[in-house]
């Protein structure tokens, strides 16, 4: 069994990261260039990292299952990036930050990380306007900043609705650099499919080639992950389509434990579902409630279109109910005001599940243009997918699934419980708690890879200078192949009925509506035994076209879906686990009388953290136990 030690470094909380990086083991430039480290994915956090470590001297080797790393997932990021400047002299600090993430969290995350992401945030911000980063300024010259849910400062950067690309193209252009002089070999259109662990340490992977279907062996010395959210476990999502969780999963299985699956984040302002047919959601930026205002009509079932309800028969809920932080409250508790009102009869539109998200003060107060300016590619975005013109008539929002708290348990070192594996961003479960705050994801993914891991990895790697390459034909790689071979002619042998997307599409119907916005103990159990029956449907009735060895989605698609429903029954189980509610993880049995999220700190104030322990058997559950020396652990109030 592998040790849960969160290694967090003694001292004051604020001198934690300092101390930790005048004491850290280093690794002098002659054995850099021997080492080798093998990143998996290309977004911000794994460009960062890649492109940092190859800068430090390391030999990288860099894969995603795109066609470019400029494709990964965070291209799509919309609202801002976060960090604590203060350029706005509206009292913003490293310990704001800091406190604002934690509470925002619902106190369920590690103060000694969110503490180290308070203070490196505002170099990310320095870090990207050199690399040509195109940040909104202000007038004068100065970058511009917003406001975000649950905070009361305006920390947000950003590039229009485009932050995520103009960061991504910012980390891939120092990527690319790092290409240019060999010190990073980049593997497109490669998935890795395994993790090849060596006297207990990780030290390869194995990878499908996806245009040609070969399987490869790659050493490194070290593993990265950087491979992104599940959030696609629930079919409709925000994510981008490929987004899964295979890299995680399969790292799970060999023994790294997984940290708050059931974390799961939803986002209030999304385009309401608008039939069966779809595959895909689409976000409309938290960015956008800094002036948009959310509103029902104060009549239920109100037939009337927004424009003809005059001011005083609306419910402007959020301002009701949060009078501080008004429309701007966390996406958990937004999320679920929203559902309140719609399950209650207020909601608007042809399925009565949306509320509306109105622009009409905001562009009576400054003009048109001026909102063009701030959100045009989002105004644009929203009439192209619903025909309808937000500068006219108010947008019609509901909460849809965005984020993933959870992810590999990961110790202050970024290390998982594999010694030498290594898991960064979105994929792994550190900073954000239950609930995720708006604009944190790309600083805590950048934050992670400009910043943490070169120094940490270090650490480890000293150990290991002399260490030579292993050769790929050592007996635990051409295990790890067979094992990843033999899936996949499993797979293709089945021959059955339904599509991959069809099983896929119901996996993300059950885990919708029961380990959700709302979960309870009766739906729970009843998830689990239906997950367990589809997963036992999928490897008898599956079909898959195609043939293994050449380019074939339905293939890629069908191991990501067999690993989705494994996780989904963690996820579940995880959430029966947690008698208690708090942030995104809402259990019904556990709410106040105004309905909000009523945590159990006594008895759950832990990261939940799972270990593997084979197929068809219940998972171990190991808790880190949260403390807290700095914040005082309370209700959360935005009223
Ligand atoms: C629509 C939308 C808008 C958002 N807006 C914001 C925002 O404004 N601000 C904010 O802070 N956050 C935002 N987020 C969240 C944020 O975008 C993500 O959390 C973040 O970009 C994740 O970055 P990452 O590097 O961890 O993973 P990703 O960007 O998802 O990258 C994952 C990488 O891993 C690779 N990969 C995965 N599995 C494998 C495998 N098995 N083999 C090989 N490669 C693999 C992929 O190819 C890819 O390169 C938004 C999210 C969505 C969905």
């Not at 690794?27 to 990292?49: C, D, F, Q, W, Y």
């Not at 917003?146 to 400062?153: K, T």
């Not at 491979?227 to 079919?235: E, H, M, R």
């Amino acid at each position: 069994m592998a040790q849960l030690d969160s290694k967090i470094p003694p001292g004051e909380l604020s001198e934690k990261w300092t101390d930790y990086r005048s004491t850290v083991k280093l690794v002098n430039p002659a054995n850099k260039r021997h080492l080798e480290i093998i990143v998996v994915g290309s977004g911000l956090a794994g460009a960062s990292a890649a492109a940092s470590l190859a800068e430090l001297g390391y030999k990288v080797k860099v894969f995603c299952f795109q066609d470019s790393p400029r494709r990964a997932h965070s291209i799509a990021a919309q609202g801002g990036i976060n960090a604590a400047k203060n350029y706005a002299n509206d009292g913003d600090s490293t310990f704001r930050l800091f406190y604002d993430t934690i509470k925002g969290g619902d106190f369920r995350a590690r103060e000694a990380n969110v503490y180290r992401l308070a203070e490196v945030s505002a170099n990310i911000i320095d870090q990207c306007v050199a690399q040509g980063v195109p940040f909104a300024r202000e007038y004068g010259g100065l970058l511009d900043t917003r406001s975000f849910g649950g905070v009361q400062v305006s920390r947000t950067f950003y590039a229009r609705g485009q932050t995520g690309q103009q960061l991504l193209l910012g980390a891939y252009s120092a990527l690319n650099r790092q290409i240019g002089k060999g010190q990073v070999k980049m593997y497109n259109r490669h998935e890795m499919l395994e993790t090849v662990i060596i006297d207990g340490k990780a030290r390869g992977i194995i990878a499908r080639d996806l245009i040609t279907g070969k399987l490869e062996r790659h050493f490194g010395h070290a593993v990265v992950l950087a491979s992104g959210g599940y959030g696609n476990v629930f079919y409709l999502s925000t994510n981008a389509m490929g987004c899964n969780t295979t890299a995680i999963w399969k790292a799970h299985k060999k023994g790294a434990y997984f940290g708050n699956p059931c974390f799961t984040q939803i986002h209030p302002t999304c385009i309401p579902i608008s039939g069966d047919h779809q595959s895909k959601l689409t976000l409309m930026s938290e960015s956008l409630r800094n002036d948009g205002r959310v509103w029902v009509p104060k009549k239920k079932d109100d037939p009337r279109k927004a424009i003809e309800i005059p001011e005083e028969e609306r419910d402007y809920f959020l301002e009701r109910r949060y009078p501080s932080f008004g429309n701007l409250v966390p996406r958990d508790v937004a999320s679920r005001a929203i559902k309140e009102r719609c399950d209650a009869g207020y909601g608007v539109g042809a399925s009565k599940q949306a509320a509306y998200l109105d622009f009409a003060d905001v562009i009576k107060r400054v003009g048109e243009d001026t909102v063009s300016a701030k959100y045009g590619n989002l105004f644009e975005m929203y009439e192209k997918i619903t025909g309808e013109n937000p500068y006219k008539v108010p947008m019609r929002i509901y909460p849809a699934i965005h984020y993933t708290m959870g992810g590999i348990w990961v110790d202050y070192n970024l290390m998982t419980t594999i010694p030498g594996l290594y898991a960064l961003g979105e994929c792994n479960f550190s900073d954000h708690g239950a609930n995720r705050l708006g604009a944190s994801a790309l600083m805590q993914g950048l934050a992670d890879g400009y910043f943490v891991l070169p120094y940490t990895i270090g650490d480890y790697l000293a150990g290991d200078i002399a260490t030579k390459p292993i050769p790929t034909d050592h007996p635990a790689f051409a295990e790890a192949e067979k094992s990843v071979r033999e899936q996949i002619e499993k797979l293709m042998s089945i021959g059955g009925k339904q599509s991959v997307e069809h099983l896929h599409k119901r996996l993300g119907k059950i885990m919708w509506n029961n380990c959700g916005m709302a979960r309870n103990e009766k739906g729970l159990i009843e998830a689990k035994a239906a997950v367990k029956a589809l997963r036992e449907e999928f490897w008898k009735d599956v079909r898959i076209l195609g043939k293994a060895d050449e380019f074939n989605p339905d293939l890629e698609k069908a191991g990501r879906v067999a690993d989705f429903m494994e996780l989904g029954e963690l996820m579940i189980d995880d959430a029966l686990n947690r008698r208690e509610s708090c942030g995104g993880h809402f259990r019904e049995e556990f709410q106040t009388e105004e309905g909000e999220a009523k945590r159990d700190d006594t008895n759950f104030a832990y990261v939940a953290a799972w270990e593997y322990k084979g197929k068809d058997k219940p998972s171990e559950l190991h808790k880190e136990e949260l403390k807290f020396d700095t914040v005082h652990l309370a209700q959360r109030s935005y009223k």
